[in-house]
């Protein structure tokens, strides 16, 4: 038989979609995931939909394409919360019925009464579990009632959490909170620990924020095991949050949460986006490029950090630009010709590729150094590249249009040496001759290396933007 230590993990994200998927949200998933695939298990989806005020369909999908985005796949197919309400109401039923829950018939006003003693008093403001030993029998005739867990008042409650250590909390800390609400439905409390235990979690790997609701949710599930057995506990993992540069938790102010804004507007690769994540609060040694193969071998709860770290938009943007060296000429081609609107020539882009990816952190960085290839002329020209066109530059533009026409070679080492050994003529560093060629050729005063620029441009288009400007000299 199998022993407890050699059964399968299985872990889960469990988002709640009332929005995109938030770069906290994508990390927990991610750890989730490596957990799952380092330890051979399994990590399921299961979408936290029962607010249906809050919950939409857009940010359900949204979430699963940021996923499917970061290459994190699911071994199921999702689990919608909200279509287990029924399973949930019966196993508060089954607690109810085993003594561990009670009903409390207590009304709202009334609550609001205790409440508003217990404010008065500066005591902790907790429900005063009036119904837990009252008789059933002193409620009015078909009043409404919810359902409350009867949690232990003695003793305290351990958790041996695999980041956070051994925490402890009173019981008597802990209220009698509702698991089913007066019109039936299931409390949210209750839903998380009954599909944990339907869909066979062995590890809750999350955010630190719900530390507390780990105290909350063990009681049901070891009321259970009493009731019927196999529902054992998980093991935790809560992971500290996500702080902004300033050091409060990460949110809207600090810019973009959103996983689909890295892609969109931050010009970030998935890649990028996925080493990024994991090396926010996991490490190995001070490894910064981890791929993703390296990662499902080298992640472990171990690594993981006790205090927050700090989001950085500069090393994702660093570590992006590493990516977009490695990656595919082509398929940075193709993201960067979306980005044109799909009018680019995706050839040449890829083939500019080479020259354009060495410089570039973002995607946008490499849309903006291919911008010279799609200009039409005349071209535009940036303040600064204006200035660099006068008279006399324009005639130095002429005098090198004449040679490079005779170029029949259009390779960067003869464009080399004839630009050179034109310089030399006219006794000026090729520095110098550089920068109106620059100008002409781009619009702007920084682009890739100016042979570069010429081989990619091609020599008839290069001579014609060379000599729209010569032909300027004396006419300004
Ligand atoms: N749905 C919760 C959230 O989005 C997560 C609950 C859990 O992981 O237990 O914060």
Known sequence: MASETDKQVVTRFAPSP????????????????LYARHHGGKTLLRIEDTDSKRSTQEAIDK????????????????????????????????????????????????????????????QPMRYDRRWRD??????????????????????????????????????????????LRADGTP???????????????????????????????????????????DWPDPVYAHVPLIHGADGAK?????????????RDEEGVLPEAL??????????????????REEAIELFDLDGVGKSPS???????????????????????????????????????????????????RTVGELVEGAGFLFKSRPLEMTDKAATL????????????????????????EALEATTKSYAEELDLGLGKLAQPMRAALTGTTTSPGIFDVLVLLGKEESLARIDAQASLAGKE
């Open 274 to 291: 996925f080493n990024y994540l994991l090396r926010l609060g996991w490490g190995h040694g001070d490894r910064e490029e981890i791929t």
């Open 187 to 229: 409390t949210y409390m209750l839903a998380v620990v009954v599909d944990d235990h339907d869909m066979g979690v062995t590890h809750i790997i999350r955010g630190d924020d719900h530390l507390n609701n780990a105290f909350r949710q063990l009681p049901i599930m070891r009321a259970m095991n009493e009731i019927e057995g």
């Open 18 to 33: 009332t929005g995109f998927l938030h770069i906290g949200g994508a990390r927990t998933a991610l750890f989730n995931w």
């Open 63 to 122: 979430i699963i394409e940021g996923l499917d985005w970061l290459g994190l796949d699911f071994d199921e197919p999702p689990v919608f919360q909200s279509d287990r309400a029924e399973r949930h109401a019966g196993v508060a039923r089954q607690l109810l019925d085993a003594g561990h829950a009670y009903k409390c018939y207590a009304s709202p006003e009334e609550l609001e009464d205790m409440r508003a003693q217990q404010r008065a008093n500066k």
């Open 310 to 360: 700090r989001f950085d938009i500069k090393k994702l943007q660093n570590l992006n630009g590493h990516y977009i060296r490695e990656a595919d000429d082509a398929r940075l081609a193709s993201l960067v010709a979306e980005k044109f609107g799909n009018t680019a020539d995706v050839q040449l882009l890829t083939k500019a590729m080479p020259v354009l990816k060495t410089r570039a």
């Open 389 to 412: 066109l006068d008279d006399e530059s324009r005639e130095k533009l002429a005098g090198l249009s004449a040679r490079l026409a005779k170029e029949n070679h259009w390779t960067i």
């Open 134 to 179: 009252r008789d059933e029998g002193e409620a009015p005739e078909g009043a409404p009632y919810v359902i409350r867990l009867k949690v232990p008042t003695e003793g305290e409650t351990v958790i041996h959490d695999e980041v956070q250590g051994k925490v402890t909390v009173k019981n008597a800390e802990i209220d009698d909170y509702v698991l």
């Open 250 to 262: 990460l949110s809207k102010r600090h810019g973009a949460v959103g996983v689909e804004a890295y």
